[in-house]
């Protein structure tokens, strides 16, 4: 069996001059006993190749809010992570920004699994104190899985809703993934939907959703219940 080496790793052997003053990076010989990440399972950390395989993690910041480059967004502010395959399990959650709406999650109603749901339909329910947000389904599919960890702890979605906070996942039915927002599009509408929010909470609410210029983390503190049930409708559904 072969060592276990990242697959973008080539190596070749040169030579160069000696009096030349600048340093280089000079491939390593194929007879070489040296070992580093990239001959190594490790090489699976190295930040060059998560970026290149497609397995960057890093979430980009918009306004003040994190983003995912590498999952498709709803309008209605879930994220999608589609599988390998094309007919693999998707997971699907909610982005920073509408958490941050709906405020402290206590509570979640998850879909039962085998359920189907229906594009634009609502498919689950996020409880903050006595305060419900519905949610819609991202597209067309079957219920495969709902996540444990945040039937049991829903402030889960809170900490870290683009990898633990996973909410279900789904098989799709149909090709609409292509219809969701994704990298640099992705970007410029999360824009457009902070600036919205900005707009609202000034003109229509008379209030700010920022704090010494960034946005705040819990919005949904600034608001009574009729102001958080219209913010919640407009941008969540």
Same mark, same amino acid.
């Given at each position: 069996?072969?060592?276990?080496?990242?697959?973008?790793?080539?190596?070749?052997?040169?030579?160069?001059?000696?009096?030349?003053?600048?340093?280089?990076?000079?491939?390593?010989?194929?007879?070489?006993?040296?070992?580093?990440?990239?001959?190594?399972?490790?090489?699976?950390?190295?930040?060059?190749?998560?970026?290149?395989?497609?397995?960057?993690?890093?979430?980009?910041?918009?306004r003040? @809010? #994190? %983003? =995912? /480059?590498?999952y498709?967004?709803?309008? !209605?502010?879930?994220?999608? *992570?589609?599988?390998?395959?094309?007919?693999?399990?998707?997971?699907?959650?909610?982005?920073?920004?509408?958490?941050?709406?709906?405020?402290?999650?206590?509570?979640?109603?998850?879909?039962?699994?085998?359920?189907?749901?229906?594009?634009?339909?609502?498919?689950?329910?996020?409880?903050?104190?006595?305060?419900?947000?519905?949610?819609?389904?991202p597209?067309?599919?079957?219920?495969?899985?709902?996540?444990?960890?945040?039937?049991?702890?829903?402030?889960t979605?809170?900490r870290?809703?683009?990898?633990?906070?996973?909410? @279900? #996942? %789904? =098989? /799709?039915?149909?090709?609409?993934?292509? !219809?969701?927002?994704?990298? *640099?599009?992705?970007?410029?509408?999360?824009?457009?939907?902070?600036?919205?929010?900005?707009?609202?909470?000034?003109?229509?609410?008379?209030?700010?959703?920022?704090?010494?210029?960034?946005?705040?983390?819990?919005?949904?503190?600034?608001?009574?219940?009729?102001?958080?049930?219209?913010?919640?409708?407009?941008?969540?559904?």
């Amino acid at each position: 069996m072969g060592e276990d080496k990242c697959p973008f790793l080539e190596m070749t052997t040169m030579t160069f001059c000696k009096a030349f003053p600048t340093k280089k990076m000079i491939p390593v010989d194929r007879g070489t006993s040296v070992k580093s990440m990239c001959h190594t399972g490790n090489y699976r950390l190295c930040s060059a190749f998560r970026e290149i395989d497609g397995h960057e993690s890093a979430a980009d910041i918009v306004r003040g @809010f #994190s %983003l =995912r /480059p590498d999952y498709y967004y709803h309008p !209605r502010h879930l994220w999608v *992570s589609p599988g390998k395959e094309s007919d693999a399990e998707t997971r699907v959650g909610i982005d920073d920004f509408s958490q941050r709406l709906v405020g402290k999650i206590d509570r979640v109603s998850l879909p039962p699994e085998g359920s189907s749901v229906r594009d634009n339909s609502v498919c689950l329910l996020l409880h903050s104190g006595n305060k419900t947000a519905r949610m819609v389904a991202p597209g067309n599919g079957t219920v495969c899985a709902v996540n444990k960890k945040v039937a049991d702890n829903p402030g889960t979605i809170n900490r870290d809703p683009y990898e633990e906070g996973w909410i @279900f #996942s %789904l =098989r /799709p039915g149909g090709d609409w993934l292509s !219809r969701l927002y994704h990298g *640099s599009v992705a970007r410029q509408w999360l824009d457009w939907e902070v600036e919205r929010l900005h707009r609202m909470f000034s003109n229509d609410l008379g209030i700010t959703a920022t704090d010494g210029g960034e946005t705040l983390p819990d919005i949904s503190s600034r608001l009574n219940e009729a102001q958080w049930s219209r913010i919640v409708a407009l941008f969540l559904g």
